[in-house]
């Protein structure tokens, strides 16, 4: 069983920085991408950042420049690094992964989601 698990939402004050992780465990057999996605009530959740193996990596014009998406391949981690955090970046915070789960059959990539963490920025 795999699971995805966030960690290090918080409140900060606008111009702040937070560092999101996500850590994926459990009978995983590869990783093809992973990513951040954020909600906010009434709203569509919407991609943050995310990359592929070997692919690019890719950013919502909102936050390019000031947010940063990088990986521990060792760890199965994934991070955000979110710099001059601003009123609107206030959302749920989730991540996803693209992975293979060697407990399944078949073993075939499947997307996961975290539970989510909430990021609040006060103006």
């Known amino acids: 069983q795999v699971q995805l698990v966030e960690s290090g939402g918080d409140l900060v004050q606008a111009g702040g920085s937070l560092r999101l992780s996500c850590a994926a465990s459990?009978?995983?057999?590869?990783?093809?991408?992973m990513g951040w996605y954020r909600q906010v009530p009434g709203k569509q959740r919407e991609l943050v950042a995310s990359?592929?193996?070997?692919?690019?990596?890719t950013y919502t014009d909102s936050v390019k420049g000031r947010f940063t998406i990088s990986r521990d391949n060792a760890k199965n981690t994934v991070y955000l690094q979110m710099n001059s955090l601003k009123s609107e970046d206030t959302a749920v915070y989730y991540c996803?992964?693209?992975?293979?789960?060697?407990?399944?059959?078949?073993?075939?990539?499947?997307?996961?989601w975290g539970q989510g963490t909430q990021v609040t920025v006060s103006s």
């Open positions: 996803n992964a693209d992975l293979v789960d060697s407990s399944r059959w078949p073993r075939v990539y499947r997307l996961y």
């Open positions: 459990g009978s995983i057999g590869s990783i093809n991408g």
């Open positions: 990359f592929t193996s070997g692919g690019p990596t």
